[in-house]
């Protein structure tokens, strides 16, 4: 198996602009989760899926954040609009169950000037 | 509401010392439990875990973690420490959390290692 997938890797954008981010779980995995990481907050959950439902999204910053999973392979994670403060490398994740191991992907970097 | 500490932020130790990172949790029952681990520029890459039987489990790379109820622990060792393990180590703890289930990670302990 590939592992979990995410694009892009990098982003660099403009404040105000709409950033989409794009996870591809592993294949059979019922669970997904989104999390933030910077140096300041350190690793933040801020929504996790199961069955492609959003269970929890009390970690989502704001209203200008919002993730969706429209299938069992693919979620989505869009920020619009972006702001600096934004800037943080987001993982994606998923587990064969909520409370099972979960395995990360490499990560996208997003910088927002 | 469960919570987990690592109550160390940064540990330096030299090349072949033995290591122990601690990790503590507030939660009732017994939850799972697991360590990663985390390189520069990388996703967090799971260690070891806990869900129950023997309380000392074995997991990649040479390292080990015991659970200990009584002190609500689940402290990482490893008997000899490479240069390649300096990374941040996190500590995660999955239990049922109000309504659904839930998995918190703590704070993460800085590893370094002096040649």
């Given at each position: 198996d590939a592992g979990v997938i995410q694009s892009p890797r990098h982003e660099?954008?403009?404040?105000?602009?709409?950033?989409?981010?794009?996870?591809?779980?592993?294949?059979?995995?019922?669970?997904?989760?989104?999390?933030?990481?910077?140096?300041?907050?350190?690793?933040?959950?801020?929504?996790?899926?199961?069955?492609?439902?959003?269970?929890?999204?009390?970690?989502?910053?704001?209203?200008?954040?919002?993730?969706?999973?429209?299938?069992?392979?693919?979620?989505t994670l869009k920020i619009q609009p972006s702001e600096p403060r934004d800037s943080a490398v987001y993982f994606c994740a998923s587990?064969?169950?909520?409370?099972?191991?979960?395995?990360?992907?490499?990560?996208?970097?997003?910088?927002?000037? | 509401a469960q919570s987990v500490t690592q109550?160390?932020?940064?540990?330096?130790?030299?090349?072949?010392?033995?290591?122990?990172?601690?990790?503590?949790?507030?939660?009732?029952?017994?939850?799972?439990?697991?360590?990663?681990?985390?390189?520069?520029?990388?996703?967090l890459q799971l260690l070891l875990k806990y869900f129950s039987g023997d309380t000392l489990v074995q997991g990649i790379k040479g390292f080990e973690a015991e659970f200990k109820r009584s002190q609500s622990s689940f402290n990482l060792r490893k008997p000899s420490v490479h240069w390649s393990d300096a990374a941040e180590y996190f500590c995660a703890v999955g239990a049922l959390e109000t309504s659904y289930d839930k998995?918190?990670?703590?704070?993460?302990?800085?590893?370094?290692?002096i040649p």
């Amino acid at each position: 198996d590939a592992g979990v997938i995410q694009s892009p890797r990098h982003e660099v954008t403009e404040m105000g602009q709409e950033v989409t981010l794009r996870c591809k779980p592993i294949s059979g995995h019922n669970s997904l989760f989104w999390y933030r990481q910077t140096m300041m907050r350190g690793l933040e959950l801020l929504i996790y899926f199961n069955n492609n439902v959003p269970i929890d999204d009390s970690g989502m910053p704001e209203d200008r954040f919002s993730a969706k999973m429209p299938n069992a392979s693919f979620s989505t994670l869009k920020i619009q609009p972006s702001e600096p403060r934004d800037s943080a490398v987001y993982f994606c994740a998923s587990s064969p169950g909520v409370l099972l191991e979960q395995y990360f992907g490499p990560g996208t970097r997003l910088t927002v000037t | 509401a469960q919570s987990v500490t690592q109550p160390d932020i940064h540990i330096t130790v030299s090349e072949g010392a033995s290591l122990e990172l601690r990790c503590n949790y507030s939660y009732g029952a017994t939850p799972y439990l697991f360590w990663y681990v985390q390189s520069p520029g990388q996703g967090l890459q799971l260690l070891l875990k806990y869900f129950s039987g023997d309380t000392l489990v074995q997991g990649i790379k040479g390292f080990e973690a015991e659970f200990k109820r009584s002190q609500s622990s689940f402290n990482l060792r490893k008997p000899s420490v490479h240069w390649s393990d300096a990374a941040e180590y996190f500590c995660a703890v999955g239990a049922l959390e109000t309504s659904y289930d839930k998995v918190i990670f703590g704070p993460g302990t800085s590893l370094s290692v002096i040649p």
